[in-house]
T-cell receptor, first 113, second 113 residues
């Protein structure tokens, strides 16, 4: 399945954070979502073959990397209080599309103080 | 712009009752995909179904059934004979073939014993 680390993280405003995800074996596409408390997941971006393939309405301080070994990272610079949320990673065989079944990890709960 | 509305924020039913979760979507695309995901208290999103815009056949899977009506832009989800284990937040989601995946705000279902 999809795994994410760490499970929980506490940072202060202005700091930088890196969240990690290990995709399901064989999946070529990874997407990241931000889920604020009580809301639905918001699409941040998608990576396919190590390139950003699509992006939601998030500023450039949200960036990512996808590695050949089924792992990926979400980096957030200059943290703001509103960045506090559950960050979900999802892998799929979607390629350049977003219409495939996605397999989600358990998420990383980020708290910004 | 794409949008998903789930008007029911919370629903409570008693075990063995049937319950329908509503989903209304907006899109200008002629080709699109609709999904339902379940998010139990553990937090991990679980895929339930995917339906493309050209397939309006209703689907039944065990106690779950889905009713897709393009004329009303709705993709409703019914659980028959609900069980306590069905308690979760359910999300309806919409995707075009491009790089955009939109979740609704979710409906919290509580099934009481």
């Amino acid at each position: 399945g999809v795994t994410q680390s760490p499970t929980h993280l506490i940072k202060t405003r202005g700091q930088q954070v890196t969240l990690r995800c290990s995709s399901q074996s064989g999946h070529n596409t990874v997407s990241w979502y931000q889920q604020a408390l009580g809301q639905g997941p918001q699409f941040i971006f998608q990576y396919y073959r190590e390139e950003e393939n699509g992006r939601g309405n998030f500023p450039p301080r949200f960036s990512g990397l996808q590695f050949p070994n089924d792992s990926s990272e979400l980096n957030v610079n200059a943290l703001e209080l509103d960045d506090s949320a559950l960050y979900l990673c999802a892998s799929s065989l979607a390629g350049r599309a977003t219409n495939h079944e996605q397999f989600f990890g358990p998420g990383t709960r980020l708290t910004v103080l | 712009a794409q949008k998903v509305t789930q008007a029911q924020t919370e629903i409570s039913v008693v075990e063995k009752e049937d319950v329908t979760l509503d989903c209304v979507y907006e899109t200008r695309d002629t080709t699109y995909y609709l999904f339902w995901y379940k998010q139990p208290p553990s937090g991990e999103l679980v895929f339930l179904i995917r339906r493309n815009s050209f397939d309006e056949q209703n689907e039944i899977s065990g106690r779950y059934s889905w009713n897709f009506q393009k004329s009303t832009s709705s993709f409703n989800f019914t659980i028959t004979a609900s069980q306590v284990v069905d308690s979760a937040v359910y999300f309806c989601a919409l995707s075009n073939y491009g790089q955009n995946f939109v979740f609704g705000p979710g409906t919290r279902l509580s099934v009481l014993p």
